[in-house]
């Protein structure tokens, strides 16, 4: 993915909160940088067990992680069991970030992984940054403008 003047390589493991993956979940934890957890919004119970998850993300990787709770299925809007506002709630309270998306829709999907991608370490804005392969020279005052000074230096 590339984002502003980088390119960011995001590799995913989706195991759909199936209990079967439960087991594996610790090792694609372990070595990862974020986390993922998606609920579906016309099912309230998928809502309820993100906190399983994000506590499960957490035990793993302490608050060296960032993590993303997603709302899903947005197109399916006339369904909804989980409003957006208590989506953003628990978010808040898990001190994660959140989104809503339709996969299906294509809806917020590319800002999603760009929120994900700009939170990264070392992704921090670059606004007021010099960038890194260049040099800030800053030039002084001289009473003798382009003349060389007394020890045979060039004065800039």
């Not at 020279?137 to 403008?145: A, I, K």
């Amino acid at each position: 993915m590339y984002l502003e003047d980088r390119t960011v390589r995001l590799q995913l493991w989706d195991t759909a909160g199936q209990e079967r993956f439960r087991s594996l979940i610790p090792s694609y934890i372990r070595d990862s940088t974020v986390a993922v957890v998606v609920y579906d919004i016309t099912n309230a119970n998928s809502f309820h067990q993100t906190s399983k998850w994000i506590d499960d993300v957490r035990t793993e990787r302490g608050s060296d992680v960032i993590i993303m709770l997603v709302g899903n299925k947005t197109d399916l809007s006339d369904k909804r069991q989980v409003s957006t506002e208590e989506g953003e709630r628990k978010a808040k309270e898990l001190n994660v970030m959140f989104i809503e998306t339709s996969a299906k829709a294509g809806y917020n999907v590319k800002q999603l992984f760009r929120r994900v991608a700009a939170a990264l370490p070392g992704m921090d804005s670059t606004e007021n940054k010099p960038p890194e392969d260049t040099v800030d020279l800053q030039t002084q005052p001289s009473n003798s403008g382009d003349q060389q000074d007394s020890e045979g230096g060039c004065m800039c």
